[in-house]
């Protein structure tokens, strides 16, 4: 493990992605971009003129698809390069052209939807019966109708612009702070030996089997953090403010109602994961004991909320056997699924092992015409496993969607972006769980399910409740001191985790480290996505191509709807709780058999 990254050039070809795919030189990058600049310039001549005929219309959206199209080509090559080897000064030059080019055409592009939304409907209608090639846009078309109450006039709308920089003050500083001048005091594990803490290394330490390196580590760090909290405070209350001044200048009631709804999402569906959550936080309840139980100790504090249940299992996979295990537990998804699946590990869409400079963690994202590809920093762990699962979710998703959509419309919302990918990690873990051979093997697949619905269900809710409660004051004119916001998160804490879990005082400042705070409103989809995965994984086991058919469906939908009704194609509906029940069922059954495996070895 203490063995040297490789360099960039002495990873194997066959474990890098081909980025030739989509250029093959730099010239030719080079050309799209230009390409690019010249299709907006060219849009922009239309200016004042885009809906004086259904002609104009047209011409100026196949400009724009064309124009985009080129432009996110760009971006997505710069931007891979440069993961690939973030210390290459060449590829820092790629992206930065790539992103001067975007705002420039962002801005060169500001008069094209407050034109569109100055169009009389019945205008509208008529365009479509004289022209009907205009209907393939219609979908982009009805996107920006849809929220004509809340746009604002030419000269407001650049003025919003404008103040976008701005407006990233708050995210700005609190990146900063947590990333570039928070320091922290070095703690000492068990055994005395001394280590160093971070930001980054804070969560692997709370993971760790040494509980005096987990207790000193959690002091040590949110003590750090308490240190500063009027600072975090301040920072905090100025993205809700800036969130607030946004919401009133669109004429939306709240903060919350403003993200929702520009996300094409019923307000309700939040509504209804929070209540769901509460119905069933008894569950939550069960599994805390449970923890408490299998740690063996007498009380649970905050610093055991990370640590491993099941210690004694250690699986080593190698790239190779993990293609194996994916192809065999998307399996229930079809051969077409598959076969796409094997042409992403045959023809390099994956970029697998880690190399020095290499950007950490790992995504998927996609090219229009040419196909996904995924980064992934593989050490050959079963972890390593479901991220290249969860992450051939994402990139099959994008495929399905832009091979059977145009590029305005294979755009899929954030909403649904979650789903697939989880998907794809529960038919892993039901398929890994039929085949576990021994109890040891299975209690530690089953916490790994314990831990994805804790973290993704229940905490990010308990975030969700955290964003509403605090806009909601702020809203009403209630300073969001670090004293109000410590005991609002507090409250949330001990409700969530309930009374066999000890909430030591300094978790009050974990709000403090939260970038997703800085989102507006991100985290519930977290919750509602992982809610929809466990109903469509479980449908398509039980049901087979009953159920299959119905999600490649949605699969292949984009953005063509809003994305609850999408999810609607795949059978679930998140317009009610009933997702949301139906997976704290599945989830309180684990926190079950857990208890079972647990009592039969102590006995």
Known sequence: MNEKLPKRNEVPTELTWRL???????????????????????????????????ENLLRVLDLYEK???????CDSYASMLHDQDTADAENQKLVSRARTCGVQIDEMLSFLEPEILAMDPEELDRFYEALPELSKYEVTIREIVRLRDHSLGKELEKLLASAGDMAQTPSNGFGMLINADLRFPSVRDGEGNEKELSNGRFVPMQMSGDRTLRKEAFEAFYKRYSEFK?????????????????????????????????N???????????????????????????RRRMLGVEELHMYDVYA?????????????????????????LGEDYCDVVREAFRERWIDVPENEGKRGGAYS?????????????????????????????????????????????????????????????????????????????RAYLINHYLESFKGT??????????????NEMAEQGIPLTADTLCETYLGLNKEYFGEDMVSDPLIAYEWCRIPHFYYNFYVYQYATSFAASVAIAHRILAEGEQAVAPYLEFLKSGCTDDPVSLLKIAGVDLSTGEPVDRAIAVFLEAVEEMEKLFEAQES
């Not at 920072?235 to 919350?256: D, M, N």
């Not at 309700?268 to 805390?288: F, Q």
């Not at 491993?308 to 229930?332: G, H, I, N, W």
Request: with cysteine; aromatic share 12%.
């Open 308 to 332: 491993p249940m099941v210690s004694d299992y250690d699986a080593s996979v190698s790239y190779e056997e993990a293609q194996e295990m994916v192809l065999a537990a998307l399996r229930p």
């Open 457 to 470: 269900l229940f905490r990010q809710t308990m975030f969700e409740e955290f964003e509403r409660k605090t």
């Open 20 to 54: 030739s795919d989509i250029y093959e030189t730099v010239k030719e990058w080079e050309a799209d971009l230009d390409g690019s600049l010249a299709l907006a310039k060219e849009i922009a001549s239309f200016e004042g003129r885009v809906t004086e005929s259904p």
């Open 67 to 73: 124009c985009l199209r080129k432009l996110y080509s």
């Open 230 to 262: 009027n600072t975090w405070a301040a920072l905090y209350e100025g993205q809700v403010k800036q969130q607030i001044f946004y919401a009133k200048a669109r004429k939306y009631p709240s903060t919350f109602e403003a993200a929702v709804t520009q």
């Open 365 to 441: 994202t996609g090219v229009y015409g040419v196909h996904p590809y995924m980064l992934l920093n593989w050490n050959g762990t079963l972890d390593d496993v479901f991220t290249l699962i969860h992450e051939m979710g994402h990139s099959m998703h994008t495929w399905y969607s832009s091979k059977y959509q145009t590029f305005l419309n294979s755009h899929y919302k954030i909403f649904v972006a979650e789903v697939a990918s989880t998907t794809n990690e529960i038919l892993l873990l039901e398929y890994l769980l039929k085949r576990a051979e021994d109890v040891k093997e």
């Open 264 to 290: 094409n999402v019923d307000p309700a569906v939040c509504d209804n994961l929070i209540e769901s959550v509460h119905r069933h936080l008894d569950g939550m309840h069960r599994y805390v004991r449970l």
